[in-house]
């Protein structure tokens, strides 16, 4: 019998559009045999909609009319569907989600907690993961306990910097020397990120990560191969073969992700003691933050060998150029195969915490 899969899409958050288009890869890949999917979109401004018309209207928001019925998951109705239309509502049993959800409100254990509130078992990381590896400084200090090597690092919340921002710019400034990245705390797809050069720059770059979040994370330049593996599974994770990146601008922000055509390399064209270190580093820092289900993990690989965590990804992104799904591809998981077994560890999950 097939299972319901719920597709949840778009959002409130910085990163709305990209998810429309990782949704639409989702929808569109998975094995129909197993699956009967059920896609609601998510406004920008907060509200559900059921979606069932053709998904290439679904990137720039096509999707949305007049027509759609409102839909919302109930708690205690043991993974539920509300569909409401025309004054009467339906209702569909929800057997597993998949929040195709980029940024805030998806990557952060939002809708992680809510599907659990729900009953409903959630394709990824849980709400304490989640919400873990969105914030930069948690995650960062959660790696320093861990020993995996990361850049050096600072981070402050708004307030404390508006009373004395020369002392944390001074601060970053011996400590972490330049160039530094000045990045929003809690933010997605390299949005509010700022490559500083000079202490004069500081200032503005760190407004600009305060309009995305309340607090900054501050990190020391390091040069060296931007590379990327992905971790698949609960307890017992297995990780892919490494790519690396060669962004088309200074660093590999949200232009060069998803407007330019920055170059990979699958497999990336290291030795393979390097890419064990990597493989290795991703499954101790994946195990270190909890996670379950999925992450992309990016490094930072030196040229004399010496491997950088840069962050995880709980939410990747699945669009035709996103790493993720091709860094499973490349080592042998077609994608229809990869979402299958998403939604599995998800269910196995769920009932491993249920029955506990």
Known sequence: ????????????????????????????????????VTPVGITKEGEWFLYD???????????????LERAALLPGTGGTLVIYGSGKTKTKKIDVCFPVLHGRNGEDGAIQGYLDICGVP??????????????????????????????KWLSCDIDTYLKEPAKFIDRCSEYLGFPIFVKPANAGSSVGITKVKTREDMEPALR???????????????????????VLGNSDP????????????????????????????IPAHLPEEITDKIRSAAVRAYKALGCSGMAR?????????????????TIPGFTSISMYPKLWEESGLKFPDLLDRLM?????????????
């Open 122 to 151: 959630c394709v990824g990381c849980d709400l304490l993961s989640s919400a873990m590896c969105m914030d930069k400084s948690v995650t960062n200090s959660i790696m320093d306990i861990s020993g995996v090597k990361q850049a």
């Open 208 to 230: 600009k990560a305060f309009e995305e979040d309340s607090k900054a994370v501050c990190e020391e330049t390091i040069t060296g191969h931007e590379v990327e593996t992905a």
């Open 238 to 265: 297995e990780v892919s073969c490494v790519g690396e990146i060669r962004p088309s601008n200074e660093f590999y922000d949200f232009k060069a992700k998803y407007e330019d055509d920055s170059g990979l390399d």
């Open 1 to 36: 019998m097939k299972k319901n899969a719920l597709i949840i899409f778009g959002g409130v958050s910085s990163e709305h559009d990209i998810s429309l288009i990782s949704a639409k890869s989702v929808i569109d890949n998975i094995p129909k045999d197993k699956y009967d």
């Open 297 to 313: 993990c990016d490094f930072f690989a030196k040229d004399n060998g010496e491997v950088y965590l840069n962050e995880l990804n």
């Open 344 to 356: 599995v560890l998800a269910q196995e999950k769920y009932k491993e915490k249920k029955y506990r």
């Open 53 to 67: 018309g053709e998904t290439e209207k679904m990137p720039g928001d096509k999707w949305i009319n007049p027509d």
